[in-house]
């Protein structure tokens, strides 16, 4: 169960850094969709306008260690999780120099190093992969934590259930943050979603 009235405690110095990393993602968003806008690039983008406070609070928050999942709308848990701006520009622009060497493009984005591990561009898909992740820390002795970024509608594929139904029985050190913007696409989430919380 989530209890929403215990108050986090988060300093000043954690804001500022909140601030600047939103403010990042905010700017690099801008840039791109200014670009693809001009048809200076061309290249599958899906914007995160709107959500990078979720994705700036939550990458401020964890270790350089912890690791992250997120989905083909990942510009903002990539910068949020630290991958280098230049490295993550050039993998989107489909160079060499990118940190994927320019194949895996906006929508398949990993840099281990930064805890980034997987970008997937299949909706739900990245949940599984977050609680095996987390299996692996709690494996090794690790006190990492995962965190497996996906939208409302994911939480309509079995995957999800699956997922979190692993790391409830195995007590996963794994946290599914749903970035619900109340559309699946094209379909209103009360459309979809028989409850008013997807932490329900």
């Known amino acids: 169960m989530l209890d929403t009235d215990i108050p986090a405690e988060i ?14 993602i905010k700017l690099c968003d801008e840039k791109f969709r200014s670009l693809v806008l001009a048809g200076q690039v061309s290249a ?7 959500q990078e406070i979720v994705s700036a609070s939550v990458g401020t928050l964890l ?13 903002h848990d990539q ?21 994927c060497k320019g194949k895996g493009g906006p929508m398949h984005i990993t840099h281990p190093e930064s805890g980034l591990m997987v970008t997937t561009g299949i909706v739900g898909g990245g949940l599984p992969i977050g609680a ?11 006190d990492q934590v995962t965190v497996v970024n996906f939208g409302d509608g994911a939480s309509n594929i079995g995957a999800f259930h699956e997922a979190c139904n692993l790391a409830g029985i195995w007590k996963l050190p794994v946290i599914f943050c749903c970035h619900n913007n109340l559309y699946a696409e094209h379909t209103a989430y009360e459309d979809g979603t028989s409850v008013a919380r997807i932490a329900d």
């Open 44 to 50: 599958q983008y899906y914007s995160p306008r709107g």
């Open 11 to 24: 300093g000043r110095d954690e804001l500022i850094r909140i601030f600047r990393k939103a403010t990042r």
């Open 63 to 75: 270790r350089p260690d912890d690791h992250v999942v997120t989905t083909y709308r990942g510009l």
């Open 79 to 99: 910068l949020a999780k630290g991958v280098p701006l230049r490295e993550l520009w050039a993998e989107f622009m489909g160079k060499a120099t990118g940190m």
């Open 132 to 142: 095996g992740l987390a299996l692996a820390a709690r494996l090794r002795g690790t």
